[in-house]
């Protein structure tokens, strides 16, 4: 839907709501809402933008590395004597150990390989990958928590409706609507492809021109 529908749906409307009164106006913003919020989820959960093309599918699920329980070793950093450094729920890379160090520095901490001058322990029993937040939805579908009513807020007035999302969640979902750039940690940034989440398609419009009619009873032609 283009500026200039919204304009021509706009100078259509307008003379037929000054009928109704401001609570009126307002029932009618959130039938609309209701509505619209309805045809955006429907089409979210459809993984379609706006124009009915799909969305950009994700990329293959990247294999997950199996954490380990502990690891204590002799680490020598340049500069300074061989101490005894200690390490869990740990994570080996081709050059690094990474893991969590509560006896020292109580947070996470990367350890290279070369350094180390003698292990001590090593505990590979597997425990959850750390900063794991469980398992995606079996049906694996995108955006299922923005198409929500928690998320996908409605607020209408008597001088109109509007269909989102706010705070943080907002930045989120722009991020995602508009294919930006965004700071995935501390060292990686990741381009995300446009996937459009809200927008009003042809039959949303008409669904909208209904719902007006209907509630001013207009009799049909």
Known sequence: MTQDDLDLLEGWVA????????????TLAREMGVALRRSQRERIKAQRNV??????????????????????????????KPEEREIVNWIATPETYFGFDEQKAGALRTFKKVRI???????????????????????????????????????????GVAVGYEGRI????????????????????????????LGATPDDIDMLVETILRHLDVPEG
């Open 117 to 159: 001058v003698r292990y001590l322990e090593r505990d590979l029993t597997p425990v959850a990958r750390p900063g794991a937040r469980g398992q995606r939805s079996p049906d694996n579908k995108m955006f299922q928590k923005l198409m929500t009513a928690k998320y996908m807020r409605v607020d209408a007035k008597a001088s």
């Open 170 to 197: 907002a930045r989120i979902a722009r991020i995602h609507h508009e294919g930006l750039t965004d700071q995935v940690n501390a060292y990686v940034r990741h381009d995300y492809p446009e996937r459009e989440l």
């Open 15 to 26: 003379p037929l709501l000054k009928r109704l009164t401001a609570k009126q106006r307002k």
């Open 51 to 80: 124009d009915g093309t799909p969305y950009t599918p994700r990329k293959g699920k990247k294999r997950e590395r199996r954490a380990r329980r502990r690891l204590r070793f002799i680490y020598e950093k340049p500069g300074h």
